[in-house]
C-alpha cells in the first residue's frame, strides 16, 4: 500500500515538476483564452504596412493580358492583444497559425489583389506568422498571384512593359486599417530571372480612393514593375529568317526568262514570308494594334507581292502573239504611221518583224527599271524599319 502510494506521489512530481512546464503553451493558452479573430486588433483602428518580394514571374501572357507571378506578400502590423512579459517568460517571439479554419489562429488582413485575373489570393498560403512580445506581427505569405496587365505592343518585341500589383483590403476603410508602405517596399534579392523579360525598374505609391459604393475612403498600396522584352527569340527564329528570305526578291531578278522559274520563285520567297507572318500572328493578341515587327512583315509581304505581279507582267509582254489583245493596242497607235506610206503591205510585214523585238527591248528596259527602284525602295525599308528599334541601352 505504501509502495503503492510513494509512485504515485512520484509521478505526481514528475509531471507537475517545473522540467514539464512548457512556457509557450502556457502563454498561447492564456493569450488565446480571451482572444476573438474575427475582431480588429483595435476597435479604433490599426496601421499597417505592406510589402513584396518578387521570387519569379512565371508567365507573362501577352495575348490574355495577365502576368503570373511567384511572391512573398509580407505585412507588418501590431495586436496589442498577444504582448506578454518576456522578462519572465525568456521567450522573445512565438509562431502563430494564420488559417481560420484552425484552432488559436491570430486575426489577419483581408487584403487582396484588386486587379486579378483569376480568384484572389486562393494560391497564397496561410503561412505561420511571427509575434513578437510586444505586440508587432510579421506575416510573409509565399504563393502565386495571376495579375492582369495592359501590354502596349506599338514596339513589340523591342518592347517595355509596366504591370501593376494592387493590393488592399476589402472591407476595412483607413480608419480602420491604415495601409501604409513598409520601409523595404519591394525586394528582388531573391528573385529569378526570366528567360523572355529583365526587370529594369520598380517604383511604388499609395492610393487613398472613394469609391461609388461606399462613403469611405480605401487605401491600396499599388506596386509597379518595368520589364525589357528579350528580343532574341524574335530576332533569330523571325526577323533575321524573314529579311534573309526577303533579299532572294531581288535574286530572282537574275533568273532566265527562258528557265521558267523565276515566277514560281518569286511565289515561293512570298509564301515563305507569310508563313513567318502567320507565325507572328499566333503571338499577338487579336486587337487593332499594329506592332513594329507586323508592320515589318507586312511590308517585306507588300514587296514580294510586287516581284509577284512584275514577274507575271514581264513574262505576260515576252510570249505575246498576234491575237492578244496589248499587241493589237499597238498595232493600232502605229498603223496610223505605216498607213501614210506607199508600201502598205510591205510595211506592215517589216512591222511584224520589228513588233516582238520591240517588246523585248521594251520589257528589257521596265526591267532594269523595276529592278532599279525595287533595290532603292527595299534598302530604303530596311533601314527605316532598323531605325524604328527603340534603343534600350542603359
Known sequence: MMK?????????SLFSSPLSFNPETHIKERIMSNYSASCLPKADGINMQIGIAFRSFNNIDQIEGTVESNIWLRYYWHDNRLKWNQTKSGIDTLIYTTDPQAEQSIWTPDIYLYNTAEQPMTQLQFSRAIVNHNGDIIWSRPGIIVSTCDFDLEYFPYDIQTCSFKFGSWVYPKSSINLTIYSVPIDFSNYMENEGWRVINSTYELEVKKYACCPEEYPAVIFNVTLLRKSGYYDINIVVPTFATAT?????????WNSGERISFAATVMLSIIVFLLILSDNLPKTDTKPLLSIMLVGLMFFSLGVVFFTVLITAMRNLDDDNI?????DRCRNKKIKRTRSYSK??????????????????YLEVVFTVLFVVAFSAFSITAVSLRPDHSP
Do not use: D, G, W
Open 4 to 12: 503503492t502510494l510513494f509512485k504515485a506521489l512520484f509521478a505526481f
Open 248 to 256: 532572294l526578291m531581288v535574286i530572282s531578278m537574275l533568273i532566265p
Open 326 to 330: 496589248f499587241m493589237r493596242l499597238i
Open 347 to 364: 510595211a506592215m510585214a517589216l512591222e511584224k518583224e520589228k513588233k516582238k523585238p520591240y517588246i523585248e527591248r521594251l520589257s528589257n
